[in-house]
Structure formats: structure tokens, C-alpha cells
């Protein structure tokens, strides 16, 4: 009689046990984000709206699982794509608890980057008509977005960032407004914004051809430095091991 006890009360712990650690899994299940889709896709779709962006043409690519950092806080994140004018990506954050997507003003800075880019679109374009040409893809962008392979970190410039957000906040969010301010503010900003990453995929670029692009890409460039970081990267280390991985400098007159 006595064993049997022993037994049963080793069953009803086990059983707690099992109960409990699929209720702690629960939470960081891998279909976390399935169950949650229907109310975080309709909080995006409200946050960007703050920003008059249209949620209809907003895709959202990856809801990511919740992670708890030391602290004891939590979040869980949404890389989403907008398929408008213009076309950017970003990386919104959220409280796994409430599901509400946090405020964060960086979004007015990816906005800025695109609008900068497409501005300077002539100047770039036959760079980006090359890369086209030779089979290279843009990983970030999908293909029928204007602008492809070039980046831009401008927009996080100490010397302008709480300048974009006041101009974007007085505005009211008016992108007509903001493409105004970037088009008589261009000679400042070009000469803030003279680096640029060109970033794009091609499978078997070899050191005969990485050169050639080189020096195609430096003839067809505006003055300014670059990053080029094109080809194959190691998945493990996100090292390029085949391709163009360089920086170099255009030169020129004044970048105004």
C-alpha cells in the first residue's frame, strides 16, 4: 500500500511537472507568434497609422519569438516592409504581455534614409543599373522598390536626428513636407551624409571580377565614400567570403 502511494505521488508530480513546464513553454513556443498574429498585425497597422503611413500597404515579414533579457524584461519584435512612398523596412518592438508596439522615433529616421536616398536617385542610378545588369539582387529590398543596394545611416547623424524628428512632428507627419525639407536642406545634407553602403547578393564573384566592379562602380559613382559589401556571406559569421567586400572613396569636388 505504502508503494502504491509512493508511485501515485511520483505520477502526480510528474504530471505537475509536465503541466507546468508546457504552461512555461507556452509563452516561448514557437507558434507564439501564430496565436498572437491576428491582434499584433492589428496594433502595427495602428502604430503606423500614427505616422499617416497607409496600414494597407504594410507587410509585415517575421514576427519574432518573445526574449527575456537579465533584467527581467521582455519584448518581442516585427520586421515589416512598406510597400508605399517609399519603400522602407524596419524592426518595430513590442511588450509580449500587452502585445502593444513600443514608441520609438527611429522609424521617422528609416523614413528619412529612403527619402534621402531617392532624392539623390539620379546620381545613383546608373550604378544601380550596373549592378542590375550583372545579376546582382538586393537582399533588404524587394525588386520593384526604387531605390536598390544603397544605404544610408544619415538620418542617425548627431548633427540632424532631433532636427528630422521635430521637422517630422511639426509637419504632422506631412511626407510632402518632409521631401521638401530634405530638398532645400540637399547641399548641408550632402555634405553630412558622404557615406553610403551598397550591399547586394551574386554567387561566384571572383577577385578578377570584384576588381572589375571596382572600378566600374568608382566611374559611374557621385563623390563620396563607400562601402560595398557584395557577393556571399558565411551564414555562421555573416563574413563576405566571395565577392566585393571593400571600402573605397570617390573623389571629387564639394560634395554640394
Do not use: C
Not at 93 to 110: A, C, E, K, M, R
Not at 140 to 167: C, H, M
Request: charged letters at 30%; a negative charge; glycine letters at 8%.
Amino acid at each position: 500500500m505504502k508503494h502504491k502511494k509512493v508511485v501515485i505521488a511520483g505520477i502526480a508530480l510528474f504530471v505537475l511537472m509536465m503541466l507546468g513546464g508546457g504552461l512555461f513553454m507556452n509563452k516561448n513556443s514557437g507558434d507564439w507568434s501564430e496565436r498572437h498574429r491576428e491582434d499584433i498585425e492589428e496594433n502595427v497597422r495602428n502604430y503606423v497609422e500614427r505616422y499617416k503611413l497607409d496600414p494597407d500597404k504594410v507587410e509585415i515579414k517575421r514576427i519574432m519569438e518573445p526574449i527575456t533579457f537579465p533584467t527581467g524584461e521582455e519584448e518581442f519584435r516585427v520586421k515589416i516592409y512598406y510597400h508605399g512612398e517609399p519603400f522602407f523596412s524596419y524592426v518595430l518592438v513590442g511588450d509580449p504581455n500587452t502585445l502593444h508596439i513600443n514608441s520609438d522615433n527611429n522609424i521617422t529616421v528609416s523614413i528619412f534614409n529612403e527619402l534621402y536616398l531617392e532624392e539623390r536617385y539620379e546620381e545613383f542610378k546608373p550604378a544601380i543599373e550596373y549592378l542590375k545588369s550583372i545579376g546582382i539582387k538586393d537582399s533588404l529590398r524587394p525588386e520593384e522598390a526604387k531605390i536598390q543596394y544603397f544605404n544610408t545611416s544619415l538620418g542617425f547623424s548627431n548633427e540632424i536626428n532631433d532636427e528630422l524628428e521635430n521637422v517630422f512632428r511639426e509637419s504632422n507627419y506631412d511626407m510632402n513636407y518632409f521631401q521638401k525639407y530634405i530638398q532645400e536642406e540637399i547641399g548641408r545634407l550632402r555634405r553630412l551624409g558622404a557615406e553610403f553602403s551598397i550591399i547586394g547578393t551574386k554567387e561566384g564573384i571572383d577577385d578578377i571580377l570584384a576588381n572589375e566592379m571596382r572600378e566600374e562602380l568608382i566611374s559611374l559613382l557621385p563623390p563620396a565614400n563607400y562601402h560595398a559589401q557584395i557577393g556571399v556571406r558565411d551564414p555562421a559569421t555573416g563574413v563576405g567570403v566571395e565577392g566585393l567586400y571593400d571600402y573605397f572613396t570617390v573623389l571629387g569636388g564639394e560634395n554640394d
